[in-house]
């Protein structure tokens, strides 16, 4: 019970002491009495935060992190003597040291940017002692003014030691001048001062009051201008108590004009005017510094206040005030240039420098996002950018040149580019000069001029590298020859390489439909095919891609769904393109590998077919023959447009790429490009079912031709009669692509006048609505069949079966339109069946 006592009270106690304490420390700092309404408040807080506040010790893990830390920066910074040595301090530090952490913590505190201001040579013999100076003797201190005045010991202080005592006591001595003034027990302080008083003779009191009478006269006979700032200091010199040409005092004490004025009056208004202008002006910086003391919106804030009272003063006519405030809103700005300079030169920022408008990203940046990522203009918390408002107008330059700068470094890996120098890049800003254009030119705006030279100064500051990174990315670094794969590999530019990768894909989908999802086997294929088609195309950024199940898929249209050939973009590129790989592209080849596999489809029966005999030519087979050929047109139609126009758009991004300013531009170009190629090759989700009413028809080519192949193969083992295919299926067939062909036309229609490649579109739609017209597609191919063609012709031989497959390639190879294709392939079969 005694113990509980005894620690109450000494808790009790040390309340009452922190009560006193924190009283005090509220009366020292606010100045807040006890009987104000607010001590309590203030009172309980500071007792709260000194009875919750504890001194920790510093964590010597954490300090041992950062020295590791150091190390390891000296040494990928190139300064390699650095880290040695700081490393081999650190083994040698005494490893029981309690207060060790403590003192390391603080030295990295203190230190300054140890990788530019430390000298190691200088640590390579510490224990080495300067050498002892040679002591000075009296020779030496005499030999350039040799002591030749006899008079030179007629005034000595004799001391306690002085040899004067073997002569006599120190109290027969005669005082002396100095003697007398430095004794303590001498003169009071008027005698002290007395001895300093030198008093001229009477020849230099008379030749003062010539040369005064002479200059009054001299002045009295002609007029003189004294200028403003004279009028100024020389009024100052006077309330300070000193000579002046201007004042004088008289006997009285009362001060007077030594120059005749007009009136009395007239010279005290002026000399009360120019005073209260410069004070005018003085007040008006006291009071801003004031003010901007009290700003928190950062140190910026003094800038823009002193910018708009230079355009205020300008505007008002007040020419003094403009001089003013232009003078020192200049010396201000050369303070805040100077990030700004280090920044335009090598593409750095401070990082503790928070009043700098760009700041570096503080998470970890990939190399495929060092443009866009790294650095980023700063903003406040209401969302405005930290920067005075004559920037604003200037801030995306100065960003893209630094940031151009920091690019070009990390591409070219050095850092050779715009290195800083010792020079101060802020005394470019010449402001005498800038004064007197403004004089010269009274009537153009403050900020044209001030604009102007800044604009000067960020030209000679930094150099614009945007041309130099300009032509490093597109030759260098393969901007313009990925553009170049991208056409070969997905718009079919090279005909030959594309339809080798096509033929042997369709061969092992059509073999093993189940278990053809090997994406290994797949990518090498299309790196021996479509990889050679190129010297540009780096075949190991080629990679096939299959999704989905095995079990989805009813045929090989829909098998190709799932499957997408990716390009992979280099870092550098991908900067630009701001995606590894292109989707867009991919989808755009897997459309284009299902209208080859539909053209195959419909040209692979029919060479093999026979003869139209009278008996074999019934309504099924006349029917089936025209739908075979309006699908064949429909896929040419499809075919063509696909490659032209992922040709034409290719080549358009790729002059666009070389007209491009800077990487801003080239990044907008290349979204454009594939924002364009979405659109007009229908490969957007909210096009999605004009793109399925497209591949429903490439899908019934697929199932076409299997009844075909089966008409076929009965007729080959059977004696036919015309009654196969059956009409029914055949009508089937033709009402079904008729429907998807109508609305894939009118969707087309539609998108093409709401915008967006609408030339593109609209030339798609005439084309797919000159497919629609049935009797014009079909009409002429009937009258040919029924009125040209004998019976009892000879079946189709291999060498005529060659010329037709030899026709048709050439004529796609060559880019022919759809109308071309449609009736070379009519007059070619009619050749053949000669």
């Known amino acids: 019970m005694l113990r509980w006592e005894e620690d109450a009270a000494i808790g009790m106690a040390h309340a009452g002491q922190l009560n006193d304490l924190a009283e005090g420390l509220i009366g020292s700092i606010t100045a807040v009495g006890k009987k104000d309404a607010n001590f309590a408040q203030l009172r309980s807080i500071a007792v709260k935060g000194l009875r919750d506040h504890s001194h920790g010790r510093t964590n010597q893990f954490d300090v041992k992190a950062k020295l590791d830390g150091l190390v390891e920066k000296f040494a990928v910074l190139d300064r390699d003597d650095l880290s040695e040595s700081l490393q081999d301090r650190l083994n040698e530090l005494p490893a029981r040291d309690k207060f060790l952490p403590e003192v390391l913590s603080l030295l990295m505190l203190l230190s300054d940017r140890p990788v530019f201001h430390t000298n190691v040579n ?3 013999n510490p ?43 120190d109290d027969d001595s005669a005082p002396t001048a100095s003697t007398s003034a430095t004794s303590i027990n001498g003169s009071s302080v008027h005698d002290l001062a007395r001895q300093d008083v030198v008093q001229p003779s009477a020849e230099d009191q008379a030749a003062l009051q010539v040369l005064h ?12 201008i004294i200028p403003e700032s004279s009028v100024v200091r020389q009024s100052l010199q006077m309330l300070r108590g000193l000579d002046t040409d201007l004042y004088a005092f008289d006997h009285m004490g009362k001060v007077t004009t030594q120059r005749q004025q007009r009136t009395s009056t007239a010279t005290i208004t002026t000399t009360e005017d120019v005073t209260q202008t410069s004070a005018v002006h003085l007040c008006a910086l006291s009071q801003l510094v004031t003010r901007g003391a009290l700003n928190t919106r950062g140190s ?18 007040n020419e003094e005030g403009l001089e003013v405030f232009s003078r020192v809103l200049l010396d201000t700005v050369r303070t ?5 300079a280090t920044w335009l030169r090598t593409g750095m920022v401070e990082d503790k420098n928070e009043s700098f408008f760009v700041e570096e990203s503080k998470a970890p940046c990939e190399p495929a996002e060092i443009w866009h990522s790294k650095y980023r203009l700063r903003h406040d918390e209401h969302g405005q950018l930290v920067a005075p408002k004559f920037l604003h107008n200037k801030l995306a330059e100065i960003f893209a040149m630094g940031k151009a700068t920091m690019f070009l470094k990390q591409l070219s890996n050095d850092d050779l580019i715009q290195n800083s120098t010792t020079r101060d890049d802020a005394e470019d800003c010449d402001v005498m ?14 900020s044209h001029f001030f604009d102007e030279e800044l604009a000067a100064w960020i030209s000679n500051t930094g150099e614009d590298c945007a041309p130099r990174l300009k032509l490093a990315l597109l030759h260098d670094h393969g901007v313009l020859g990925t553009l170049t794969t991208l056409s070969h590999i997905y718009s079919s530019a090279d005909a030959v390489h594309t339809g080798s990768f096509a033929e042997a894909l369709y061969e092992r989908i059509e073999r093993r439909l189940g278990t053809w999802r090997d994406a290994f086997l797949i990518t090498e294929l299309a790196r021996n095919t479509i990889g050679n088609g190129s010297s540009v195309i780096h075949k190991e950024s080629l990679t096939a891609v299959v999704d989905g199940s095995p079990n989805g898929c009813n045929g090989v249209v829909a098998a190709l769904e799932s499957l997408s050939l990716q390009y992979y973009f280099t870092w550098p590129v991908q900067n630009i393109t701001r995606e590894r790989t292109s989707a867009i592209h991919a989808r755009a080849l897997t459309l284009l590998l299902q209208t080859l596999y539909a053209q195959r489809c419909l040209r692979k029966p029919f060479t093999t077919l026979r003869p139209l005999s009278s008996q074999a030519q019934g309504p099924a087979s006349e029917s089936a023959l025209k739908l075979r050929q309006a699908l064949m047109a429909f896929c040419d139609v499809l075919h063509t447009y696909i490659t032209t126009t992922g040709n034409v758009l290719t ?62 193969r009965i007729r080959d083992h059977t004696e036919a009669d015309g009654n196969f295919p059956r009409p029914q299926e ?4 033709r009402r079904e692509y008729k429907a998807s062909l109508s609305f894939a036309t009118a969707g087309v229609r539609s998108l093409s006048r709401v915008g967006g490649e609408a030339a593109m579109l609209e030339m798609l739609a005439d084309r797919l609505e000159w497919l629609a017209d049935w009797k014009t597609m079909t009409g002429s191919l009937e009258r040919l069949v029924s009125h040209t063609l004998p019976e009892g012709r000879r079946p189709l031989t291999p060498m005529r079966k060659s010329h037709w497959d030899m026709s048709f390639s050439r004529l796609r190879t060559s880019g022919a339109n759809a109308a071309t294709i449609v009736c070379s392939r009519t007059y070619t079969f009619l050749w053949c069946m000669r």
């Not at 009478?213 to 003189?224: F, H, I, L, M, V």
């Not at 910026?300 to 006519?317: H, S």
């Not at 009413?693 to 899908?699: D, E, K, L, M, P």
Request: aromatic share 10%; with cysteine; hydrophobic share 40%.
């Open 213 to 224: 009478t002479a200059r009054g006269s001299s002045d009295a006979s002609k007029q003189q």
């Open 730 to 733: 055949i009508d089937d067939f």
């Open 433 to 446: 000069l800038m004064s007197s254009r403004m004089r010269n030119s009274s009537f153009t705006p403050y």
């Open 336 to 340: 805040y240039l100077r990030p700004m």
């Open 651 to 712: 080549a358009e991004a790729h002059a666009e790429m070389v007209r491009a300013t800077g990487v801003d531009d080239m990044v907008e170009v290349y979204a454009t490009y594939i924002a364009r190629l979405e659109r007009a090759l229908l490969l957007g989700a909210n096009v999605k079912p004009v793109r399925d009413a497209i591949v429903s028809n490439f899908a019934l080519c697929e199932r076409f031709v299997s009844l075909w192949d089966e008409f076929s």
């Open 300 to 317: 910026f804030a003094l800038l823009d206040v002193l910018y708009d009272l230079a355009c205020a003063a300008q505007l008002e006519g």
């Open 122 to 124: 200088a640590l390579d």
């Open 127 to 169: 224990n080495e002692q300067e050498a002892e100076t040679k002591a000075l003797t009296w020779a030496e201190l005499i030999a350039d003014d040799p002591p030749t005045n006899t008079g030179l010991w007629d005034d000595v202080a004799r001391g306690y030691h002085s040899s004067g005592d073997e002569a006599g006591s």
